[in-house]
């Protein structure tokens, strides 16, 4: 994934899961369940786009060259730039998520309950990444193709990411039976979690601890440990 050039909707929770900001994005099939959109979809979905614009405005300024440059000296010896780059800007990469976030939970039902636990959510999981034993600060530089092979075989379990507008921010037809609920997003990123796990032990066990890390961290996070007891 292009940090400084490209950002689509799957690339901003790419920053944000299990480090997939190392690799490149891959297009995913997506079943929308029996999601039916609402009455005001259309709106919605402009309004989502143009907070997306807005956080790519955000974002593309941490990540300048200036900026690259700057992680460079303070950690030159590392051997995984975008890695420390991401933990070194994880205060102004929440902070970019949360602009404009606050507005939006008014735009809709859904966004009212899914875009605070969102925010919970990103945080949780970036924090759990730049924990000083996390998978980010882990990663060495060498087990990129490890990632990127495991990525592509487990992509199908966050297939959501690239239709955050209906899984966050606008209403379905019938809310009582939208499928996409806080519990359906922690089940399907436990389950990306757990195949990323498979994958990696056989492909670059090294990183074990710190994805175990990193799982126990997102398990027993106050967004979804209620939905994680028993997944």
């Known amino acids: 994934m292009k940090l400084l050039n490209t950002f689509s909707t799957s690339s901003i929770m790419s920053v944000l899961i299990m480090g997939i900001c190392l690799i490149a994005t891959f297009a995913a099939a997506f079943s929308p369940l029996n999601y039916e959109p609402g009455e005001h979809y259309?709106?919605?979905q402009n309004n989502f786009l143009n907070w997306t614009i807005e956080f790519a405005k955000c974002h593309e300024q941490m990540f300048t060259e200036e900026a690259l440059n700057e992680t460079i000296r303070l950690h030159s010896g590392t051997k995984c730039l975008r890695c420390i780059h991401i933990c070194r800007m994880q205060t102004d990469i929440l902070r970019c998520v949360n602009e404009g976030s606050k507005?939006?939970?008014e735009v809709s039902n859904k966004a009212r309950t899914m875009v605070p636990f969102l925010l919970k959510l990103s945080e949780d999981i970036l924090?759990?990444?730049c924990d000083e034993n996390g998978i980010l600060r882990a990663n060495n530089g060498d087990d990129k193709q490890c990632f990127r092979n495991s990525w592509?075989?487990?992509?199908?379990?966050?297939?959501?990411?690239?239709?955050?507008?209906m899984v966050f921010f606008c209403d379905s037809a019938n809310e009582e039976k939208d499928p996409f609920t806080k519990q359906y997003v922690c089940l399907r990123l436990w389950d990306f979690h757990e195949c990323m796990q498979r994958k990696i032990k056989n492909c670059?066990?090294?990183?074990?601890?710190a994805h175990?890390?990193?799982?126990?961290?997102?398990?027993?996070?106050?967004s979804c440990i209620k939905y994680l007891e028993n997944p």
């Open 127 to 129: 924090t759990g990444m």
């Open 42 to 44: 259309e709106e919605c």
């Open 103 to 105: 507005n939006f939970t």
């Open 204 to 209: 670059y066990p090294e990183l074990m601890s």
């Open 152 to 165: 592509s075989e487990c992509e199908d379990h966050i297939d959501f990411v690239d239709h955050l507008d």
């Open 212 to 222: 175990e890390l990193l799982g126990n961290k997102f398990r027993n996070s106050d």
